[in-house]
């Protein structure tokens, strides 16, 4: 999943949780939509290279955080999102930091279990990044209670090896380091015979090649936006259920 596919199946799932305001969470939803029906048609248009991966995902993501964070952080209910977005887009993120570090300084990256953005997607290893940064992130968003925190870093950790379980087919290694058995619920949705036929895996959007994917290049599949707008239904019938169980209750 993409970053900013991230940054929207993270605030859903506190919507669904009720964590989160109902015009909030439509102001999040919005820019993503946005940020998809621009770069659909920028990529089908233009036919760029792989700048255009390099702008969606190492820039226009921080600014959507770094928006969010300002807009937030003095909000108490909203701070625990802030959190949660810390785990799914910058501590779990790490890991392609170290994928192209790896290409850079070698010129290849080690496959298998090892790969750095392998390991650092599963739940185990989780623990450690959300472990070191809950410090640093009780004290920013100035949230009293340690262990609340570590646990919604761990949380919005835990949602993106989710989601790039789903909508993706990068190898998760969800039993790491005990086992090298690779999960991805993406194959379900696309037979390998023949490639992407299944409707969730079909290439949404196909960007160039690169030394790390040649035969893909950058790939956004079908899966990502499909789940954010499943995920999209059930949150504003969640709203709407609420909305008329307070109009109904004898208290109202």
């Given at each position: 999943m993409?970053?900013?596919?991230?940054?929207?199946?993270?605030?859903?799932?506190?919507?669904?949780?009720?964590?989160?305001?109902?015009?909030?969470?439509?102001?999040?939803?919005?820019?993503?939509?946005?940020?998809?029906?621009?770069?659909?048609?920028w990529?089908?248009?233009?036919?760029?290279?792989?700048?255009i991966?390099?702008?969606?995902?190492?820039?226009?993501?921080?600014?959507?955080?770094?928006?969010?964070?300002?807009?937030?952080?003095?909000?108490?209910?909203?701070?625990?999102?802030?959190?949660?977005?810390?785990?799914?887009?910058?501590?779990?993120?790490?890991?392609h930091?170290?994928?192209?570090?790896?290409?850079?300084?070698?010129?290849?990256?080690?496959?298998?279990?090892?790969?750095?953005?392998?390991?650092?997607?599963?739940?185990?290893?989780?623990?450690?990044?959300?472990?070191?940064?809950t410090?640093?992130?009780?004290?920013?968003?100035?949230?009293?209670?340690?262990?609340?925190?570590?646990?919604?870093?761990y949380?919005?950790?835990?949602?993106?090896?989710?989601a790039?379980?789903?909508?993706?087919?990068?190898?998760?290694?969800?039993?790491w380091?005990?086992?090298?058995?690779?999960?991805?619920?993406?194959?379900?949705?696309?037979?390998p015979?023949?490639?992407?036929?299944?409707?969730?895996?079909?290439?949404?959007?196909?960007?160039?090649?690169?030394?790390?994917?040649?035969?893909?290049?950058?790939?956004?599949?079908?899966?990502?936006?499909?789940?954010?707008?499943?995920?999209?239904?059930?949150?504003?019938?969640?709203?709407?259920?609420?909305?008329?169980?307070?109009?109904?209750?004898?208290?109202?």
């Amino acid at each position: 999943m993409t970053p900013l596919g991230h940054l929207a199946f993270t605030t859903q799932t506190f919507s669904l949780a009720g964590l989160i305001k109902l015009k909030d969470f439509t102001k999040i939803l919005i820019a993503y939509l946005l940020s998809m029906i621009v770069i659909y048609f920028w990529a089908s248009w233009f036919k760029p290279t792989l700048w255009i991966m390099y702008f969606y995902d190492d820039i226009t993501w921080v600014i959507f955080l770094f928006i969010v964070i300002y807009r937030y952080r003095s909000e108490p209910g909203a701070r625990l999102l802030i959190a949660a977005l810390v785990g799914s887009q910058v501590l779990s993120g790490f890991s392609h930091a170290f994928d192209r570090l790896s290409l850079i300084l070698f010129g290849t990256v080690s496959t298998g279990m090892w790969e750095p953005h392998n390991f650092w997607h599963s739940p185990l290893f989780a623990i450690m990044p959300c472990l070191v940064f809950t410090p640093i992130v009780t004290r920013f968003l100035k949230i009293p209670n340690r262990g609340l925190v570590f646990l919604t870093l761990y949380l919005g950790y835990s949602l993106h090896v989710l989601a790039d379980t789903i909508t993706y087919d990068f190898p998760i290694y969800w039993a790491w380091p005990f086992s090298d058995f690779k999960w991805s619920i993406y194959q379900a949705f696309a037979p390998p015979i023949p490639a992407g036929s299944g409707l969730f895996g079909h290439p949404f959007i196909n960007v160039g090649t690169s030394a790390y994917n040649a035969q893909w290049g950058w790939v956004m599949y079908a899966a990502e936006p499909a789940i954010i707008a499943i995920l999209m239904v059930y949150c504003y019938l969640i709203y709407l259920i609420r909305y008329l169980l307070g109009k109904t209750s004898p208290s109202s």
